[in-house]
């Protein structure tokens, strides 16, 4: 029989490295200052160097250890400078969540090449460049790790008339999701996901003009009659980055309400 663990050890991340992109805002943001309540130091990552700083300024308000690098997960040096960031001023990398994504709202017939590619440059390559970067440092530290990749209830079945391109990008990280997690788990990196609903965050309501109109027909979708808080993907995200999922890896958890169900 295994040892009992006291649970406030199972959630602990004290001593360990985070890495968060696209954490300058909304689920990321969540995400940033969860991980350090639980005693994680947290590199935050966004494009924009000033709201990476100011989530930064947030976790050292609380007391926490937090490095701010202004990265396109997109871009293959910028990828690996960030991790090198990480493991340069953090002292290693334990924790990665790949939560950086966009969702620019077109129908197929009017979509541009640009966009479609843009979309999947950001939620698709930006996921495998961060993995494959952040897992080359915990393999060649020896000490196993966890990576959570953020994907959507898209990932599953459509939410909405206009987001092909989104939907192809998170069916396309759920797919790598379990692929990696096959090549990665005999090195002890166990790699997961989380699956959000509709979540309402910064994003979101410039996507629907900011209407409470759409934040209540949205709402009225959902079981539990309300639509997401970040705090509720953020939750999810450190249950998989602790060791209180230590036995899971090539998971997904969907976090939206029973939306599902509908």
């Not at 997109?74 to 950086?100: H, P």
């Not at 008339?161 to 990665?184: I, P, Q, R």
């Amino acid at each position: 029989m295994a040892e009992h663990i006291p649970l406030p050890d199972l959630v602990s991340l004290q001593g360990q490295v985070a890495l968060v992109t696209g954490a300058g805002r909304g689920i990321g943001r969540a995400i940033a200052l969860r991980l350090a309540e639980a005693g994680a130091a947290v590199a935050i990552s966004d494009m924009e160097a000033d709201t990476a700083e100011s989530v930064a300024v947030e976790v050292r308000g609380a007391g926490g250890t937090a490095l701010a690098v202004a990265a396109d997960v997109s871009d293959e040096a910028a990828v690996k400078s960030m991790v090198r960031a990480c493991t340069d001023e953090l002292g290693g990398l334990d924790v990665v969540v790949n939560n950086a994504g966009i969702f620019p709202p077109c129908p197929v017939l009017g979509m541009e090449t640009a966009m479609f590619d843009r979309v999947i440059a950001v939620n698709l390559r930006g996921v495998f460049l961060c993995t494959r970067e952040a897992a080359a440092a915990m393999v060649e530290r020896g000490a196993g790790g966890a990576i959570v990749n953020v994907t959507s209830i898209d990932a599953i079945h459509p939410s909405m008339v206009g987001l092909a391109h989104y939907d192809a990008s998170k069916h396309g990280v759920w797919g790598f999701t379990k692929n990696a997690a096959l090549e990665l788990a005999p090195h002890g990196i166990r790699v997961n996901a989380v699956a959000p609903g509709g979540v309402l965050t910064p994003g979101v309501e410039e996507m629907g003009g900011g209407s409470a109109e759409a934040v209540r027909a949205f709402s009225a979708r959902v079981p539990e009659g309300r639509m997401g808080d970040p705090d509720d993907i953020a939750r999810a995200v450190l249950f998989l980055a602790s060791d209180l999922a230590e036995y899971m890896t090539g998971a997904q958890l969907v976090v939206d309400g029973g939306v599902l169900l509908t």
